[in-house]
């Protein structure tokens, strides 16, 4: 069965300090791996995607097929990183399904 | 472009009534997804449309359903409501299935 796993649900961090959120997925295949953020009092939005390979807001997520992780990393928080994060691995083709971590809260204080 | 649009935003029922929740994609997605939030469980998925036909459906039970119509707005119902279904009902579009989730702001359900 597809699991996602976000293990912890607070991160709390000082402004300036490394971050890195973490996701671990069980899966049979090869998924596809997005970051979705979700800011105080906006919609849930797409963050970044493995595919695209992009860095997005000074975030980047490594993939490591061997311990199937995606963690979401980034080297020098800033406050307006605070917001809750989602891991979702997503399996594509005639089985795909969409599957989400509980997500984690992060929280840069000045 | 407009966005994923979602009614209504917020209602109140109590125990036992249905609701019904609305979901207009951003045009030319094809692909409705939704999804429950609460502060304890996260996002979990509740089921996926394309092409009006359900793709795949969540660990909910058969009092959640939905339907997606030709011009690929959707509609989920909750029957029989329970206070446990108190939460932020959330619709996302896509272009195609497993592609980039575009979400709309929510419908917030209480019941009472």
């Known amino acids: 069965a597809q699991r996602v796993t976000q293990p912890e649900k607070l991160l709390s961090v000082f402004k300036g300090a490394p971050v890195e959120l973490k996701c671990n997925y069980s899966?049979?295949?090869?998924?596809?791996l997005f970051w979705y953020v979700q800011y105080s009092r906006q919609r849930l939005q797409l963050l970044l995607r493995?595919?695209s390979r992009e860095s997005i807001k000074g975030f980047t997520a490594d993939l490591n097929k061997g311990e199937t992780s995606f963690h979401l990393k980034k080297p020098f928080a800033q406050e307006e990183d605070s917001a809750m994060y989602y891991c979702?691995?997503?399996?594509?083709?005639?089985?795909?399904?969409?599957?989400f971590g509980k997500g984690i809260t992060l929280s840069v204080r000045p | 472009k407009a966005g994923v649009t979602q009614t209504p935003r917020y209602l109140i029922k109590t125990r036992g009534q249905q609701v019904t929740l609305s979901c207009s994609p951003i045009?030319?997605?094809?692909?409705v997804s939704w999804y429950q939030q609460t502060p304890g469980q996260g996002l979990q998925f509740l089921f996926e449309?394309?092409?009006?036909?359900?793709?795949n459906k969540g660990n909910f039970p058969g009092r959640f359903s939905g339907r997606q119509f030709s011009n690929s707005r959707s509609e989920m119902n909750v029957s029989t409501l329970e206070l446990g279904d108190s939460a932020l009902y959330l619709c996302?579009?896509?272009?195609?299935?497993?592609?980039?989730?575009?979400f709309g702001e929510g419908s917030r359900l209480t019941v009472l």
């Open positions: 449309y394309f092409s009006e036909t359900q793709r």
């Open positions: 996302a579009s896509s272009r195609d299935p497993a592609g980039e989730l575009f």
């Open positions: 493995h595919i």
């Open positions: 899966y049979s295949g090869s998924p596809e």
């Open positions: 045009s030319g997605h094809r692909s």
């Open positions: 979702a691995p997503t399996m594509t083709g005639a089985n795909s399904k969409l599957t």
